[in-house]
């Protein structure tokens, strides 16, 4: 069965760093784009950014370039979100999602979603 | 950056009834390479978002018949056919023609 399972959810202090984890299985990990997108309490979707695994290729939103940190660890099918300094704004469900075509080429859809993670930052 | 919008953002439907949501963007989603990158999502009560529907009108694996899309463009609508009980949740409409990925605004299906 192809799937994302995501990290646990996360209680943290503004100011504190984080990394949540997405693990890919079932699949070619490496030839497929992962994406993370951001659902705030109640509210819609936002496209945080992507990573290719098989090259670490990233690109980013402008809304969360420098804010956050993508990466991937092929050797574990794993793709990470990082925080180095939370801020209560920063409370969220995170999801992660592949890409769906195994290409190079960056997505046109995510087709497999992992279960999200909820960070809550609050002091 | 490309602006989706949905419309309605509330859709009260009676089950077994038709429904219908749309989603219009602020520019042509068509690409360079001559396709258009827009599909739907639904996303459940307390679960993660699931694709429904890529390129316009591709149903994705699993997905009923009686979920359509259409369109082309900067104008696209999804349909039911027949709405059930567990359609209940929230619809997004999500362009992927420009690297910065959008969203629309989602588009609350419940039944009356």
């Known amino acids: 069965e192809v799937q994302l399972v995501q990290s646990g959810a996360e209680v943290k202090k503004p100011g504190e760093s984080l990394k949540i984890s997405c693990k890919g299985s079932?699949?070619?990990?490496?030839?497929?784009?992962i994406g993370w997108v951001r659902q705030m309490p109640g509210k819609g979707l936002e496209w945080m950014g992507i990573i290719y695994p098989g090259d670490s290729d990233t690109r980013y939103s402008p809304s969360f370039q420098g804010q956050v940190t993508i990466s991937a660890d092929k050797s574990i099918s794993t793709a990470y979100l990082q925080w180095s300094s939370l801020k209560a704004s920063d409370t969220a469900m995170y999801y992660c999602?592949?890409?769906?075509?195994?290409?190079?080429?960056?997505?046109?859809?995510?087709?497999?979603w992992g279960q999200g993670t909820m960070v809550t930052v609050s002091s | 950056d490309i602006v989706m919008t949905q419309t309605p953002l509330s859709s009260p439907v009676t089950l077994g009834q038709p429904a219908s949501i749309s989603c219009r963007s602020s520019q042509s989603l068509v690409h360079s390479d001559g396709n258009t990158y827009l599909s739907w999502l639904q996303q459940r009560p307390g679960q993660p978002p699931r694709l429904l529907i890529y390129?316009?009108?591709n149903r994705f694996s699993g997905v009923p018949d009686r979920f359509s899309g259409s369109g082309a463009g900067t104008d696209f609508t999804l349909k039911i056919s027949r709405v059930e009980a567990e359609d209940v949740g929230v619809y997004y409409c999500m362009q992927a023609t420009q690297l910065l990925y959008t969203f629309g605004q989602g588009t609350k299906l419940e039944i009356k």
């Open positions: 079932g699949y070619s990990f490496t030839s497929y784009w």
């Open positions: 390129k316009i009108s």
């Open positions: 999602a592949r890409g769906r075509i195994p290409l190079p080429r960056v997505p046109d859809a995510f087709d497999i």
